[in-house]
C-alpha cells in the first residue's frame, strides 16, 4: 500500500515537473525563433496571473482552523521556523552565492521565505505524518505569508529594484483584492448550488487545474523575455547551488527541532514538510504583481519551483525508510 501511494504522488509530481520543464521549452522556442508568437502569449501574461490567483485562492480550505487547539504549541514553532529561521538561513545562502547578482538573490529570497500552502500536505499524508495539524496549518501559512511580502520584499529588493514607497502595497491591493473577491464569490455560489461534497470535488478539481495555469504562465515569462533571461543563462548552476544548499540547511533544521523537542514520528513527519515545501506557485504570482517587468526575479522563482518536485519525493522515501527502520528495532 505505502508503495502503491508513493508510486501515485511520484507519478503526479513527474507530470507536473515535465509540464514546468515542457514550458520553459516552449517558452523559449517561441520566444528565440518566432517574436510575433512570443509577443502575443507575452500580451496575455495578466490574464493568466489573475486566473492564477484567482484559482490558488478558491483552492484554500479553512475547515482545518478548528484543530488548530490540537497541537497548538507545535504550531507556534512551525510558525517561527517557517518565518523567522529558514528566511534566516535562506538570506545567508543567498548572500554568500549570489550578492553580485542581486535580481537572482531578490528571487530566491522570495523563494525562500514563503511556506507551501497545497502539496506538502499530500507528502504528510504519504509519510503518514499529521495530515489533521497540517490542513491547520495550510490556510495560517498563506495568510502570515501575504501579510508578510510587503515588508521581506521591500527589506529584500529595495535597493535593487527601483520602487516608491507605497508601489508593493498599490500593486498587491490592485492584483489581490480583485482575485480574492472572485475566489469569496465563487466559494460562496458553489455553497448555496452544490452539496458539501460536490463542492470539495469541484474545488479540488480547480486545484488540479493550477499545475496547467503555472505552466502557460511560465511559457509566457519565456517567451516573452528570452532575450534577458538568456543573457544570464550563466546563473543558473549558482541558483541550483542555492537552492540545494538551502534544502539540505532546513532538511537539518527540521531534524535538530524534531529530536531537541522530541517529537513524534507524524509531527516530525509534518516540521519536515512544512519546512521543506516552499509556496512557489503563489509567489511567483504575488511577485508578477508586485514587482512587474523582472524576469530575472521570476525566473529564480521558477528555477526553485523545478528543484523541489525530486526534493521532495527523496524526503519522502527517507522519512518512510526511517519509519520502517524504527518499527522494525521495535519489533526486535
Known sequence: MLKTLTATSNNGLGLTAALLIASIGIGTLAGYTTPTMANWLNSYTDITLFVLISCLFISVRFDGLKKIHRKLSLVLIALVANFIIVPLIGYSIAYFLLDSYPLFMVGLMIYFMSPCTDWFLGFTRICHGDALLGSALLPINMLVQLLLYPFYVYLFSHNVVELGSDVIWTNLQHWFMAPLVVAVLVRVALH??????????????????????????????????????????????????????????????SELLSKGLGLVYAERVLLTMTIAARNAPLMLAITMAALPNQPLIYAAIIIGMLLEFPHLTALSHLLLRSQTSTSEKTVT
Not at 210 to 228: E, T, Y
Open 192 to 253: 448555496f448550488i452544490l452539496t458539501p461534497e460536490r463542492s470539495v470535488l469541484l474545488s479540488d478539481k480547480i486545484n488540479h487545474c493550477i499545475p496547467l495555469i503555472i505552466s502557460l504562465l511560465i511559457m509566457q515569462i519565456f517567451a516573452g523575455n528570452i532575450d534577458v533571461l538568456l543573457a544570464h543563462a550563466y546563473i543558473v548552476p549558482w541558483l541550483l547551488l542555492s537552492v540545494l544548499c538551502f534544502f539540505v540547511s532546513t532538511f537539518f533544521l
